[in-house]
C-alpha cells in the first residue's frame, strides 16, 4: 500500500473551513483514499473515501488531485467537537488492512 | 444499536496472566477486525477475520491469539502478557472494508 504524509498538527477558527492536507505520492490505480478522524481516546470514525473524483456527505468534502498524488479533507464549517486526530490512509479496495500513520491533530479554537 | 461493544474497558495484569478480550458487533457485519493504538501512534492491526470461520494475521500479531465465535463475537486472548503488550486495545466491524466501525476500547496495563 502506498505511504501517506500529513503534517502532524494544525489550528482552525472555529466556523471557519478546516483544509487538511495528505500527500500520497506512490498511490497506485487501484487504491483508494480514506479517512477517519479519532476524537482524543475514543475509537476511530470513519469520515470518507474517494478514488480519484472528489466526494462529499455529511461530515465532509474529500478533493483528490487529478495526478491522485495528493487530496484535501475539507471541514466546511469546523466547530469545536471537530477537534481529533485525522488519518487519511490508502489502500486497495479489497484489502482489508488499513495502514495508519500518525495522522494530524486538527485544533477548533473558539 | 450498541454498535461495537468490548469488555472489559479497563485491565491491568501482571507479567505472565493471560486474559482474552471480548467484541460483539449488533450490525450484521461480516467482517472483524482486533488493532492496538501505543500512544502517540496510529493503529496497528493484528488480527482480522473476513467473514465467519476465517481469520489472518494483520501487521502485528506475535503474542496473541483470535477466535471468531460466531458472527457477532471475535475475541482476542493473551497467553502470556508482557509489559510490551500494554496499549490501547479496539475492535472493529464492517461490512465493506473500507467503513470500519470502532468499538470504545479497552486499556490493558501489564506490569
Known amino acids: 500500500d502506498a505511504k501517506t504524509t500529513q503534517p502532524p498538527s494544525m489550528d482552525c477558527a472555529e466556523g471557519r473551513a478546516a483544509n487538511l492536507p495528505c500527500n500520497h505520492s506512490t498511490i497506485s490505480g487501484n487504491e483508494y483514499v480514506y479517512w477517519y478522524r479519532q476524537i482524543h481516546s475514543q475509537g476511530p470514525q470513519y469520515i470518507i473515501h474517494g478514488l480519484k473524483n472528489n466526494e462529499t456527505n455529511e461530515m465532509a468534502s474529500l478533493i483528490i488531485t487529478e495526478d491522485r498524488k495528493s487530496s484535501t479533507l475539507i471541514l466546511p464549517h469546523a466547530t469545536l467537537r471537530d477537534t481529533a486526530v485525522y488519518y487519511c490512509i490508502v489502500r486497495a479496495w479489497d484489502n482489508y488492512q488499513l495502514i495508519w500513520g500518525a495522522g494530524t491533530k486538527l485544533i477548533i479554537k473558539p | 444499536n450498541a454498535g461495537v461493544t468490548q469488555t472489559p474497558k479497563f485491565q491491568v495484569l501482571k507479567t505472565g496472566q493471560s486474559m482474552t478480550l471480548q467484541c460483539a458487533q449488533d450490525?450484521?457485519?461480516?467482517?472483524m477486525y482486533w488493532y492496538r493504538q501505543d500512544p502517540g501512534m496510529g493503529l496497528r492491526l493484528i488480527y482480522y477475520s473476513a467473514s465467519e470461520g476465517t481469520t489472518d494475521k494483520g501487521e502485528v500479531p506475535n503474542g496473541y491469539n483470535v477466535s471468531r465465535l460466531n458472527k457477532r463475537e471475535f475475541s482476542l486472548r493473551l497467553e502470556s502478557a508482557a509489559p510490551s503488550q500494554t496499549s490501547v486495545y479496539f475492535c472493529?466491524?464492517?461490512?465493506?472494508?473500507?467503513?470500519?466501525?470502532f468499538g470504545p476500547g479497552t486499556r490493558l496495563t501489564v506490569l
Open positions: 472493529a466491524s464492517s461490512e465493506t472494508p473500507w467503513t470500519q466501525y
Open positions: 450490525m450484521n457485519h461480516n467482517s
